[in-house]
């Protein structure tokens, strides 16, 4: 059980890593960048499952916090917790959480991690415009506009990459026995 658990932690720094990795291709956009950052989140949720999908993106956003440029653009450092992208960041979070816990309470199946998938990107959207209406004082269709609707089909293709990415990967890793089931 030790072996699992250190394996299960050094898997969530290997996808620490790159979710930082990922979150250096991005689209410009005024407010927010489009960034690989959430289809991270998605494989780190679908291969790890909720617990250590989580745990990763704690780690990442600490790394990122401590003032190592992990995040979009390279940037780092505790002001970007107070920034426009930080809704999305601690978004991260829960919507590793909740696309690991759907697939752990239902099966890990490419249809199940696609809805999954589609779920995180739900969760990761609304954690982030719902900080953008604080932040920026925005009425909620200002915040929709910002927060939402520029991300929403490359948010789809994302979640569809990381359901089928992390179903294959996924299972590659339990034939390998390098993965156990989600506990």
């Given at each position: 059980?030790?072996?699992?658990?250190?394996?299960m932690?050094?898997?969530?720094g290997?996808?620490?890593?790159?979710?930082?990795?990922?979150?250096?291709?991005?689209?410009?956009?005024?407010?927010?960048?489009?960034?690989?950052?959430?289809?991270?989140?998605?494989?780190a949720?679908?291969?790890?499952?909720?617990?250590?999908?989580?745990?990763?993106?704690?780690?990442?956003?600490?790394?990122?916090?401590?003032?190592?440029?992990?995040?979009?653009?390279?940037?780092?450092?505790?002001?970007?917790?107070?920034?426009?992208?930080?809704?999305?960041?601690?978004?991260?979070?829960?919507?590793?959480?909740?696309?690991?816990?759907?697939?752990?309470?239902?099966?890990?199946?490419?249809?199940?991690?696609?809805?999954?998938?589609?779920?995180?990107?739900?969760?990761?959207?609304?954690?982030?415009?719902?900080?953008?209406?604080?932040?920026?004082?925005?009425?909620?269709?200002?915040?929709?506009?910002?927060?939402?609707?520029p991300?929403?089909?490359?948010?789809?293709?994302?979640?569809?990459?990381?359901?089928?990415?992390?179903?294959?990967?996924?299972?590659?890793?339990?034939?390998?026995?390098?993965?156990?089931?989600?506990?």
């Amino acid at each position: 059980m030790e072996n699992h658990r250190l394996r299960m932690l050094i898997n969530c720094g290997i996808f620490a890593a790159i979710t930082a990795i990922l979150a250096q291709v991005e689209i410009p956009l005024p407010l927010i960048p489009i960034s690989g950052q959430t289809l991270a989140v998605g494989l780190a949720a679908t291969i790890l499952g909720s617990r250590y999908g989580a745990i990763t993106m704690v780690v990442y956003m600490l790394i990122g916090m401590a003032g190592l440029p992990v995040f979009a653009g390279f940037s780092g450092g505790a002001h970007v917790m107070v920034g426009p992208t930080a809704g999305y960041i601690v978004g991260f979070i829960a919507a590793a959480y909740a696309t690991g816990l759907i697939l752990e309470k239902t099966s890990f199946t490419l249809p199940m991690a696609i809805a999954a998938n589609l779920a995180g990107m739900v969760v990761t959207l609304a954690c982030g415009t719902i900080w953008l209406k604080i932040l920026f004082d925005l009425n909620w269709t200002a915040a929709l506009a910002a927060g939402v609707y520029p991300f929403l089909v490359v948010g789809v293709i994302k979640a569809l990459l990381a359901a089928w990415i992390g179903i294959t990967v996924r299972q590659r890793l339990m034939q390998a026995k390098l993965l156990q089931p989600a506990i």
